[in-house]
């Protein structure tokens, strides 16, 4: 059986238009969405695992690309949230350019594995320019959720 992230898909797990113009300012969306996902998460616990994680290293990892991503406790699946900015943000991305496509993973505390394959499956589909191109120039919400699922249904 293969990793699903977005089948089904939430609607409040699709942003298409984040309006922040920083790296904390996208954190914050993103975890204010998950939180609508999972109401019995805390936005500012994740904003803190997710700046933790940052410091590492940008999870940035270029072609206009970045997935924040962290295991949270108490969380009981996965949790995936995506979002989209048209005018792309600043994300110490490993090319130097802007992020536009983000996809917020959240792990359960003690799932390494789960946390590790749903990092490589969306490695894998960004790896495709024509879903990379087709999830920038979706019209709405509904058609990025639609792209999503479909991502999923085909692997």
Do not use: C, W, Y
């Amino acid at each position: 059986m293969s990793l699903k992230l977005f089948a089904p898909v939430s609607p409040a797990a699709v942003l298409a238009d984040l309006r922040g113009e920083t790296k904390d300012d996208v954190l914050r969306e993103l975890s204010d969405a998950a939180v609508r996902v999972v109401p019995a998460l805390s936005a500012e616990s994740l904003i803190r695992i997710l700046q933790e994680r940052e410091r590492l290293g940008s999870t940035g990892i270029g072609e206009g690309a970045a997935i924040p991503h962290g295991r949270v406790p108490g969380l009981d699946r996965l949790v995936a949230v995506f979002g989209r900015s048209r005018a792309g943000v600043q994300f110490q991305s490993l090319d130097g350019k802007p992020a536009h496509l983000f996809f917020l993973i959240l792990a359960p505390e003690n799932s390494a594995g789960l946390h590790l394959k749903a990092l490589a499956r969306i490695s894998r589909l960004l790896k495709d320019s024509a879903f990379r191109l087709s999830l920038s120039d979706a019209l709405d919400a509904a058609a990025l959720a639609r792209l999503l699922a479909e991502a999923d249904e085909r692997s």
